[in-house]
């Protein structure tokens, strides 16, 4: 049995019989998670993010935009399937003590689908592969709420330390694989949950109020059975007001 989708939330199993030019995948559902366990992961995340955007802005405002590459971590059927993508986002930062500050973010973060792993798991031969084509993907949205500490140092360039939680969408997309047989499409399937994001970064500033900076960072979505990990890495521009 492989499970392919990084979420947690169903099982599929992957067989290939020529010559068929499609694969049969057989979704199961579950869930083992009990009521209590669902509600405190959607009431922590609240009650921290409510803490910070209470604190009141003290300083200066800035805007940020980014994009980047994305890699899977874990679990293995994530990382295998859907090593690597890009992201795309963008945030606000408000200045709340001296070299403290809360960012809020959206993010957008896409992963390509990895078909020799695909169809080394449904055991499809050399040949074979080329006369299918596979259509697949997965995706994570999340919405984080950071605390980010900036390094004073003399100069332009400026590390600075992150950690935050938030609302994290993971998302397999619907998987259509054609052939000279014709095709079939299964359904994907999705969840969202709360996580915590860590990362360091460098800012480069230009002038006062334009920089440009890298982030790497690190995500766990707690998603049901197993959590989600992934490692963004983030280049960008910042404004400051």
Do not use: W
């Not at 020799?116 to 031969?125: H, I, K, L, N």
């Not at 000279?180 to 994001?197: K, Q, R, V, Y």
Request: net charge negative.
């Amino acid at each position: 049995m492989q499970k392919l989708c990084m979420c947690g939330c169903f099982d599929i199993i992957i067989s290939y019989s020529a010559p068929s030019a499609f694969a049969l995948i057989r979704i199961n559902a579950y869930s083992n998670n009990s009521m209590h366990t669902q509600v405190m992961r959607k009431l922590l995340p609240l009650l921290f993010i409510f803490g910070l955007v209470s604190v009141p802005a003290s300083g200066q405002v800035s805007f940020q935009f980014n994009t980047g590459g994305s890699f899977a971590s874990s679990p293995d059927e994530f990382s295998d399937f859907y090593g690597t993508g890009y992201n795309l986002g963008a945030g606000i930062r408000f200045e709340v003590a001296p070299s403290v500050e809360i960012s809020i973010s959206g993010q957008y973060n896409d992963f390509l689908v990895n078909e020799e792993e695909f169809y080394d798991r449904a055991g499809v031969s050399e040949s074979q592969r080329n006369q299918l084509d596979l259509e697949a993907g997965a995706s994570i949205i999340s919405g984080e709420v950071d605390l980010r500490y900036n390094i004073a140092t003399d100069g332009p360039v400026k590390p600075y330390l992150k950690g935050g939680t938030g609302f994290y969408r993971a998302a397999e997309e619907d998987v259509t694989l054609s052939g000279p047989g014709g095709s079939a499409t299964f359904d994907g399937d999705s969840e969202t949950s709360f996580g915590l994001n860590f990362g360091v970064g460098l800012a480069y500033y230009i002038s006062s109020q334009a920089s440009i900076f890298a982030e790497p960072s690190y995500a766990v979505a707690f998603t049901e059975d197993e959590s989600t990990q992934y490692l963004p890495i983030r280049f960008g521009v910042s404004f400051t007001q």
